[in-house]
């Protein structure tokens, strides 16, 4: 006895949403494109400042819009950071100082021969 494929109806009902599928869509816009989009809103942004420049004056644009957003932003941060910043780099003197002790007594011919014959032996565990 051989089992029958059920077979599904040639024409199925849409649903009151759904898209007949012989309407064809719209061809994409190449405008509503991500890259593209974002890229326009780039331009226009640089167009309007470097407007805003062109009408204010660049030394104008400079004491009135640049100097006093330095001094609400980089100053306080300049100074909120600058005694931390001294505090590390004494607290890390005497580590400072032991690394370059050590660096200088490694720069010594002798201990550049034996790390020369060590680096010859292990070249030659290779051969």
Do not use: C, Y
Request: charged content about 25%.
């Amino acid at each position: 006895m051989t089992t029958r494929k059920a077979t599904r109806p040639a024409n199925k009902a849409l649903a009151r949403t759904a898209v007949p599928s012989r309407r064809r869509k719209a061809p994409r816009s190449l405008l509503s494109a991500l890259p593209v989009r974002t890229m326009i809103v780039v331009a226009g942004i640089a167009g309007l400042a470097a407007l805003g420049v062109a009408l204010l004056g660049t030394r104008r644009f400079q004491d009135e819009i640049v100097t006093p957003l330095r001094a609400a932003t980089l100053v306080p941060l300049a100074a909120a950071v600058a005694p931390q910043a001294d505090r590390a780099w004494a607290e890390t003197r005497h580590w400072r100082d032991q690394v370059s002790r050590v660096l200088s007594s490694i720069n010594t011919a002798e201990v550049r021969e034996q790390i020369a014959d060590r680096l010859s032996h292990w070249l030659e565990r290779f051969r």
